[in-house]
C-alpha cells in the first residue's frame, strides 16, 4: 500500500519557468513533510520541509504548500534552472512513529536550457 | 565536513551468497539509518539506530538481513544468503539526533546485483 504517492513519473520544463511537483498521502497521522532532491550516484540531499500546522514554506526559489484537506502537497521551483534537473522525492512522517520517514517513488524533473 | 561515508559502491554475488556493507556516519550524528532503494521505488527504511540501540527495525526481514552499530559510531548491515530481490541501492543515513528537525544526511549508497 503505497501511502505517498508521486503519480508523475517525470516532468520536463524550459529554463526560467516554474516546476510543480506534486505528491499525493493516504495515512491521516501524517503531520510533517519533506522534499528530498536526487541526482544520479548520490544519496538523495534534504531539500525543504514543511509541518503540518502551516499551508505554505519558503525557501529561495523553492516553496511547498500544503493542502491537509486534499492530503495533497506541492513544490513550487521559480525559476527553474538546469541544474534542478534530478529525481525529487516526497517523504512525510507521522508522530509516534519515531519520525520513520515515509518515500513517494520519485519524480524525475528536466529542466530544458 | 565529511559526509556519510558507504563502501563498497558497487558489489555483484550470486544468488545465496553473504554480503556486508559498510556506513561510516557524520561525526557527531547519534543517529543511524539503513534504507533499501529498488529500483523505480523510493527508499525504504529498514532500520534505525539512535547511538548503538535500535529504535525501529520493523521493515528489516530478519531471516536473512542483519545489522550492527558498535559503539554508536559505524554500522554494517549483511545480507545472509542473499536473494534475487535484494537487488537494490542500500542508502545509510545519519541525522544528529531521532528528531523530526533533525536532517538526515545520506551517504552515495552501495548499489547491490544479485545474479
Known amino acids: 500500500d503505497q501511502q505517498v504517492k508521486q503519480n508523475s513519473p517525470s516532468l520536463s520544463v524550459q529554463e526560467g519557468r516554474i516546476s510543480i511537483l506534486n505528491c499525493d498521502y493516504t495515512?491521516?497521522?501524517?503531520?510533517?513533510f519533506l522534499w528530498y532532491k536526487k541526482y544520479p550516484a548520490e544519496g538523495p540531499t534534504f531539500l525543504i520541509s514543511?509541518?503540518?500546522?502551516?499551508d505554505k514554506n519558503e525557501d529561495g526559489r523553492f516553496t511547498v504548500f500544503l493542502n491537509k484537506s486534499a492530503k495533497h502537497l506541492s513544490l513550487h521551483i521559480v525559476p527553474s534552472q538546469p541544474g534542478d534537473s534530478a529525481v525529487y522525492f516526497c517523504?512525510?512522517?507521522?508522530?509516534?512513529?519515531?519520525?520513520?520517514?515515509?518515500f513517494g517513488k520519485g519524480t524525475l524533473l528536466t529542466v530544458n536550457p | 565536513e565529511a559526509g556519510v561515508a558507504q563502501s563498497p559502491r558497487y558489489k555483484i554475488i550470486e544468488k545465496r551468497q553473504s554480503v556486508a556493507f559498510w556506513c561510516n556516519p557524520i561525526?557527531?550524528?547519534?543517529?543511524l539509518y539503513w534504507y533499501q532503494q529498488i529500483l523505480g521505488q523510493g527508499p525504504k527504511l529498514l532500520i534505525q539506530?539512535?547511538?548503538?540501540?535500535?529504535?525501529?527495525d520493523s521493515q528489516l526481514p530478519k531471516d536473512r538481513f542483519s545489522a550492527e552499530r558498535l559503539k554508536g559510531v559505524d554500522s554494517t548491515l549483511k545480507i545472509q544468503p542473499a536473494k534475487l530481490e535484494d537487488s537494490a541501492v542500500y542508502l545509510c543515513?545519519?541525522?544528529?539526533?531521532?528528531?523530526?528537525?533533525?536532517?538526515?544526511?545520506f551517504g552515495p549508497g552501495t548499489r547491490l546485483t544479485v545474479l
Open positions: 495515512n491521516s497521522m501524517f503531520d510533517y
Open positions: 561525526s557527531g550524528h547519534a543517529t
Open positions: 543515513a545519519s541525522s544528529l539526533g531521532g528528531r523530526r528537525a533533525d536532517t538526515q544526511y
Open positions: 514543511i509541518s503540518s500546522i502551516k
Open positions: 539506530f539512535q547511538n548503538n540501540g535500535v529504535v525501529d
Open positions: 517523504a512525510a512522517s507521522a508522530a509516534g512513529s519515531n519520525y520513520k520517514l515515509t
